[in-house]
């Protein structure tokens, strides 16, 4: 392997280990002792969930292909996927708020084992079921973990500025090194060890059946609004009401769909974009890389929110606009590089570009993540939070599964372009958003006030 990449990581991690030491006072909040025991409590079982997640991300598309499954037969298998996180994620969501999200975190233990299980089996109905199992996991994943952890936070009395705290630090530990060892230790399992690529599913659904027996063992159940016993029609027309009345809600939801939209959309382009003539990349290092990337991004962002006169949606501004510019890089690369002819052999010139700034963009996505659960803590209601979470995951879904279904109708670049437009107008919303959230300082939006308005209106229309 060339010697720039490890140069990569290692500058990267040279960071990383410089950021997290050199922390003053500054980039310190106090906190209490109940308060890490529960914030630890937390982040491991956020981590062996995440965990769970990412062994299975090396070997999905092999193990398909292992049985035979051409391109557009994988295909169908990822947009059934998305499909079903779009379809069920918002019912399941809106269960979560009504019969607990405690409950909602087990199920998505259940729901993903179920999903590892049936990738023993070669048979393509089989795969397609576990799709739709994992679509609706990803879902519970996303919602109902968030959710629990901001209303038990809510619940005990904790500091609301030490919520950032545990934020940060879920994606910085699941998001980036829970990232990069799992995708040494499926690659250990399945190549180095010989057991083949079903292997990290196993280990995957271990790890899933742990973090469900401490979630049974020491999480309380929480509730949206266990007092209304309206059936899920009525859940799903609240949460739109919520969001169609509330500015701050709809703009959220817009910045999170354009921003995630794009993110998924590289996940798919990174590689061709590297290696555009077939060139020899490690897919692996680059990955735990781009992981690396990550945990630098979640750290900086500790450090901007341990800070409480630096409101994020100023910041965020920057940020989606800086990632933006690093994804407008594979066009003015192959303006301004002359792209090699020579097929096969080592990155290129132009590659090596795009190696950082996508390394920089993967930076940007360490600082949305820790943000966005902050600015949905203070934005989305408690009574219908997972519904409303998984409201916003409808338009992402559907974005995904049309650029899966069309990716290879568009030149590369023409993608590109269009995921940098999109997170140049979520730059534009955060600002409309930072002055949204500004003039309604005064006051926050009765959700409950607004769902009654919304029925008696309705009843005196009937």
Request: aromatic share 14%.
């Amino acid at each position: 392997m060339e010697v720039f990449y490890y140069m990569v990581f290692g500058f990267l991690a040279l960071i990383v280990a410089l950021l997290e030491l050199s922390k003053t006072a500054k980039d310190r909040v106090a906190t209490s002792s109940a308060f890490n025991s529960f914030k630890n409590n937390y982040l491991l079982v956020y981590s062996l969930m995440m965990a769970g997640d990412w062994l299975q991300g090396p070997y999905v598309y092999f193990l398909y292909s292992q049985y035979g499954f051409d391109k557009g037969d994988i295909g169908r298998l990822f947009i059934a996927g998305f499909g079903s996180s779009m379809l069920f994620g918002t019912i399941v969501g809106s269960l979560a708020d009504k019969q607990g999200r405690r409950r909602a975190c087990v199920t998505y233990c259940i729901t993903y084992i179920l999903s590892c299980i049936t990738k023993h089996s070669p048979e393509y109905k089989v795969l397609m079921l576990g799709r739709i199992l994992g679509g609706i996991a990803t879902s519970l994943l996303f919602s109902a973990f968030e959710s629990w952890l901001v209303a038990e936070h809510n619940k005990e009395g904790f500091e609301p500025q030490w919520l950032s705290l545990t934020f940060s630090k879920a994606i910085f530990l699941g998001n980036g090194l829970i990232a990069i060892v799992s995708g040494l230790f499926a690659n250990l399992l399945a190549d180095n060890l010989g057991f083949g690529p079903v292997a990290p599913f196993d280990a995957a659904a271990c790890l899933l059946a742990i973090g469900m027996a401490i979630i049974l063992s020491t999480w309380g159940e929480n509730y949206g609004d266990p007092s209304d016993s309206k059936d899920l029609l009525s859940q799903f027309k609240g949460a739109a009401v919520a969001i169609a009345s509330d500015e701050k809600i709809a703009l959220l939801g817009a910045i999170q769909s354009l921003f995630e939209g794009s993110m998924y959309t590289f996940v798919f382009l990174w590689t061709p974009a590297l290696s555009p003539n077939d060139e020899d990349i490690p897919h692996g290092f680059i990955f735990a890389t781009f992981m690396l990337s990550s945990m630098l991004g979640s750290s900086i962002a500790s450090r901007l929110m341990a800070r409480p006169a630096l409101k994020v949606e100023a910041y965020m501004q920057i940020v989606f606009a800086v990632s933006a510019v690093t994804l407008l890089l594979p066009i003015i690369t192959n303006f301004l590089v002359t792209p090699s002819s020579v097929k096969g052999g080592g990155i290129s010139f132009g590659g090596s570009i795009l190696v950082f700034g996508f390394c920089t963009f993967e930076a940007c996505v360490g600082i949305f993540w820790p943000s966005i659960m902050k600015m949905r803590s203070q934005y989305i209601p408690e009574e219908a939070r997972s519904t409303i979470m998984n409201f916003f995951r409808i338009p992402l879904n559907i974005f995904v599964c049309v650029v899966l279904y069309n990716v290879n109708a568009f030149p590369i670049t023409v993608m590109f372009g269009m995921c940098s437009i999109f997170l140049f107008m979520a730059s534009i919303l955060q600002r409309r958003l930072m002055v949204v959230a500004e003039s309604h300082k005064s006051k926050p939006q009765d959700w409950t006030a607004l769902r009654t308005q919304d029925e008696e209106a309705e009843a005196l229309n009937i």
